[in-house]
């Protein structure tokens, strides 16, 4: 996944990111950015967005980020993540910012921020997240989607 292009297919790819609407922002050689519209089925009965969902935009940004530097006929998939809401988050759309840490053959660290962006297009930290990803290579029962 080396062109923003390529990552607006790879999410496309995934079910849940598709359903939910993640659209791809930006992209280079470990870093991503991604964003999400916030609706009313994202949140919780406070107004605010959901942590999980949250938390699914954190962990496959930080993900995709890992699977940038991964090599061809791997995937990466999460092996343990960490979050830790800061605020509510309330705005109009979710914008995180993910990237690596340090890069591994078989494991990769990394790390993300999410943002509540208003409709001034002021952001407001709202999640801090770390995962450590796991590179794997492309089995018969995984296809890397081919564009």
Not at 101 to 115: A, D, I, N
Not at 124 to 144: G, Q
């Amino acid at each position: 996944m080396k062109t923003l292009e390529r990552f607006q297919y790879f999410l496309a790819q995934a079910p849940f990111m598709r359903d939910l609407g993640v659209e791809a922002l930006a992209l280079s050689p470990g870093r991503v950015s991604t964003a999400l519209t916030l609706q009313p089925r994202f949140l919780q009965h406070t107004g605010q967005a959901h942590a999980g969902v949250m938390a699914t935009l954190v962990d496959h940004s930080m993900g995709s980020a890992a699977q940038t530097l991964a090599p061809d006929e791997h995937w990466v998939v999460t092996a343990e993540l960490k979050t830790s809401v800061l605020r509510p988050a309330k705005g109009v759309r979710l914008v995180c910012e993910a990237w690596v840490l340090k890069p591994g053959r078989m494991l990769s660290f990394t790390e993300g921020e999410v943002f509540a962006e208003d409709a001034q297009g002021v952001r407001t930290l709202v999640m801090k997240a770390s995962a450590t990803m796991a590179v794997t290579p492309a089995t018969r029962y995984t296809t890397i989607p081919q564009a």
